[in-house]
């Protein structure tokens, strides 16, 4: 978060999740998505042409979770690469294990070496990038959402079951990976900062 400050704009924004622990950081933010999910999406557009539905630039971006939904992440990167002022920051993050999703718009999965090669050939320096979770986590992930839909129909016991499964299985999940796989050769995606050069 310390690279995140000024105008801020929200790609892919969906339901602003982030926005409450951003509002502090940052002077103003704009969502940016293809729906109105709701009153935070502020401007309505095709990530893929961004800087045409757009007349301002930002000093900070964050697109998470987004990128492997455009069919084009080169094109998406170079329009995020517009409306950025000089040295201006991008945080982001893509998936490398992950369940597809969205479909039919679930196109690519993101090694280090590929989201770094993606952001350096559209103008961007990497500052960072650290893995998300890992194996474990993902598998733990995928038991979970798959045992919480046998109860989801059932009110209040899918929130207990849905407690359960994080105590028992997402948390202990996580941390193994984090003990067993410090070199994130199974990351479940990556989250990175970068910079407009």
């Given amino acids: 978060l310390e690279y995140i400050h000024g105008d801020l704009i929200d790609i892919g924004c969906g339901y602003s999740p982030y926005r409450q622990l951003l509002e502090e950081k940052v002077d103003q933010i704009d969502g940016y998505d293809h729906f109105k999910y709701n009153e935070y999406v502020t401007i309505l557009g095709d990530i893929q042409n961004l800087s045409k539905t757009i007349e301002r630039t930002y000093d900070s971006a964050i697109c998470f979770e987004v990128l492997e ?94 407690y359960i499964l994080f105590i028992l299985v997402v948390l202990p999940s996580y941390w193994i990976d984090k003990i067993s796989d410090k070199n994130g050769r199974f990351a479940q995606g990556y989250v990175v900062i970068a910079q407009k050069e």
């Fill in 69 to 162: 939904h455009s069919p084009n992440p080169s094109k998406t990167l170079e329009e995020i690469y517009k409306v950025l002022k000089p040295k201006g920051h991008l945080a982001l993050s893509v998936p490398l294990f992950n369940q597809v999703h969205e479909e039919p718009l679930d196109f690519f999965r993101y090694t280090k070496y590929g989201i770094i090669e993606l952001l350096s050939v559209n103008g961007f320096d990497v500052i960072s990038i650290k893995k998300k979770a890992g194996l474990l986590s993902f598998l733990g992930h995928q038991i979970s959402i798959f045992l919480n839909s046998l109860f989801w129909p059932i009110p209040i016991i899918n929130l207990l079951v849905l």
